[in-house]
């Protein structure tokens, strides 16, 4: 059975594969449990890349990718390559990269999985604010106290959904 699925208004069934691409560069951050940064890159320069992309200005980039980082608390580490950031920073430039474009939808693979607790609590209140400033979250997580920041919690097993609730945090 063939379907259909739109995103952001967006039929995708009949998009070629620069079309599906771009459309997937405006309007849906990733941000993985990996982080997938580019280790030879800065940390400006990773949220500058999808901007890259987008084919925004050189100057505009550098300016969001610097509000970005700012936002996310990393000011003092711009120029700072993956590998001179903790597990919690890493992620951090991650959310910024996945937000450089202002996308409705942000997607979240195991984001707090190679986390420790306190970076964990903190890449959720961040996720948390995001969506109280109108962006869709969406995050995939096997941790009880992960999902516990969310407000609709879907619980899958063997390919089901076992439940679907409202939580309240």
């Known amino acids: 059975m063939l379907g259909h699925y739109y995103l952001d208004g967006h039929d995708t069934a009949s998009m070629t ?5 771009d459309i997937r560069n405006r309007k849906i951050g990733f941000v993985f449990q990996s982080f997938n940064l580019i280790s030879r890159t800065s ?20 300016r969001r990718a610097r509000e970005l980082l700012v936002r996310v608390g990393l000011e003092g580490r711009m120029d700072h390559f993956p590998n001179e950031l903790s597990g919690g920073q890493r992620q951090r430039v991650a959310i910024a990269r996945a937000l450089a474009n202002e996308p409705p939808l942000i997607l979240a693979d195991e984001p707090t999985g190679n986390l420790d607790t306190a970076s964990s609590i903190e890449i959720m209140e961040l996720f948390t604010k995001l969506h109280q400033e109108g962006a869709t979250v969406v995050l995939v ?10 407000r609709r919690i879907i619980c899958f097993g063997d390919g089901k959904i076992l439940s679907d609730r409202i939580n309240h945090p």
Not at 17 to 21: F, M, R
Not at 43 to 62: Q, S
Not at 141 to 150: L, P, S
Request: charged fraction near 30%; charge should be negative; avoid cysteine.
């Open 141 to 150: 997580t096997h941790e009880e106290d992960i999902a516990a920041f969310a």
């Open 17 to 21: 594969p620069d079309e599906l691409s």
């Open 43 to 62: 940390a400006l320069k990773n949220v500058e890349l999808p901007m890259t992309y987008a084919r925004i200005p050189r100057a505009a980039r550098i």
